[in-house]
């Protein structure tokens, strides 16, 4: 029997190689990678210490995904955070939990997360051919074209990422692997990623390198309120970032898309008061301190408006555009998961080939989602391959 391919040696094509080869002992799998080592991307995650899931329970982790989240219901459900928790603790690489129930190895260390997947792979005995670029696919012959050679299958899963930072080995050629077996690509955008801004303050630095943690984010289609993110948000030499900005990213770039304009944002500094307590407040400095709110911002609205409490609460910026792909996380777009089956993550156009990661439409939240949505499409695919 023809062997089963997976290309992509990322979290997605790692942990589909260990779910096929632990299935099915006797099937010969190869692991295509174009770089000379695996798991480039993922060793420089979470700042070099991979978050690598959320212990959440599955509708939970459907909330932080905005695209396409409820397609991954089953996956999540056959293999999810807590799947993924055991399986690094029983291969040596204990993990512990910080705030927002993120998931990081105890060593602190990404390289630990690929070492421990590598180790698996061999010693499943998954053949591992590194500098391995996959140029093309014959979806008729069954076969895996590379630059001087090629591979029959049986069954060929497709785990090669989206876009962001190609350097990492994701340049998007699995996408064009996916049109040539006939299915269709969403438009590509980048997603978490950072928001700029023209505003003056921005413009003049006033307010540069202040952090806040757990602040809203208001995010507004003309004057109509669409979303609302709460989370650490940080005000940079271009704009915004952390986790609040990297969120709203989402939906700005869906509004910046859509209308073509700059999209208007309130930040409430305080959310956990509401103006009338602010503004009634006996003590108010002593409230301002309680919720972390540094001095600077506090001149800086009063020189705005002498009304500054109402500022505090909802003061307003204006998005112009983002840093795009060279600063993203993610990849917003890829293969069109209507054609993909969700119970096994099965091509609906061509049953000997699957897909997982981040190369399907798929985009979560930074917090660990976009691993854990790796590993769950690639259990799931490896463990649903097509051997009739
Ligand atoms: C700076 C940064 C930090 C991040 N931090 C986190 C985090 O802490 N937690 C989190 O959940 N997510 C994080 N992410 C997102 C996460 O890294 C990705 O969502 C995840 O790596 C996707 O996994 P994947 O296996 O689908 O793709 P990738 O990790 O991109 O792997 C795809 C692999 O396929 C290979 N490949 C591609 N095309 C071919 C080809 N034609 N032939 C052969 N090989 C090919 C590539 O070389 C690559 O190794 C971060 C992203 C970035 C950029």
Redesign the pocket.
């Known amino acids: 029997m023809d062997p089963i391919i997976i290309?992509?040696?990322?979290?997605?094509?790692?942990m589909a190689a260990i779910s096929v080869k632990s299935k099915y002992k006797n099937l010969d799998v190869i692991l295509?990678?174009?770089?000379k080592v695996?798991?480039?991307?993922?060793k420089?995650?979470?700042?070099g210490?991979?978050?690598?899931?959320a212990k959440m329970s599955v509708d939970e982790v459907i909330s932080y995904i905005p695209k396409n989240g409820k397609f991954l219901f089953s996956s999540l459900t056959n293999y999810g955070p807590l799947d993924i928790i055991k399986f690094f603790e029983s291969n040596h690489t204990p993990l512990k939990e910080e705030d927002h129930s993120r998931m990081f190895p105890l060593s602190n260390k990404a390289v630990d997360i690929v070492d421990a997947l590598a180790l698996k792979i061999y010693q499943l005995g998954v053949k591992v051919y590194l500098n391995?670029?996959?140029?093309d696919i014959d979806p008729i012959n069954k076969e895996v074209i590379l630059e001087d050679k090629q591979y029959k299958y049986q069954h060929l899963i497709i785990?090669?990422?989206?876009i962001?930072?190609p350097q990492?080995?994701?340049?998007g050629?699995?996408h064009r692997?996916a049109q040539k077996a006939g299915h269709s690509i969403t438009k590509l955008l980048p997603a978490e990623v950072p928001l700029v801004s023209n505003d003056q303050f921005i413009h003049e630095k006033t307010l540069q390198g202040l952090s806040f943690k757990d602040v809203t984010v208001n995010v507004f289609d003309g004057t109509k309120l669409k979303h609302s993110i709460t989370h650490d948000l940080l005000i940079t030499h271009f704009g915004l970032s952390g986790p609040a900005a990297l969120r709203a990213s989402f939906y700005i770039l869906n509004l910046l898309e859509k209308e073509n304009k700059p999209v208007n944002i309130t930040i409430d500094f305080i959310p956990k008061v509401n103006l009338h307590d602010l503004v009634h407040s006996k003590d108010l400095e002593e409230l301002l301190k309680v919720h972390q709110i540094p001095k600077r911002l506090v001149d800086f609205l009063k020189e705005q408006n002498p009304d500054y409490l109402k500022l505090l609460k909802s003061f307003p910026m204006t998005i112009y555009t983002t840093r795009g792909f060279p600063a993203?996380?993610?990849t917003n777009g890829g293969v069109v998961v209507k054609e993909v089956d969700p119970k096994t993550m099965r091509s609906k156009i061509n049953a000997y080939i699957s897909f997982?990661?981040?190369?399907l439409d798929i985009n979560?939240y930074?917090?660990?989602?976009?691993?854990?949505?790796?590993f769950s499409t690639?259990y799931t695919a490896g463990e649903n391959i097509n051997l009739e």
């Open positions: 290309i992509g040696g990322g979290p997605s094509g790692m295509l990678e174009r770089s695996l798991g480039t991307k993922m420089l995650t979470g700042g210490r991979c978050n690598v899931t391995s670029y996959v140029v785990a090669t990422g989206g962001t930072l990492t080995g994701s340049d050629t699995g692997l993203a996380f993610v997982c990661g981040e190369v979560a930074t917090g660990g989602f976009n691993i854990t949505s790796a690639g």
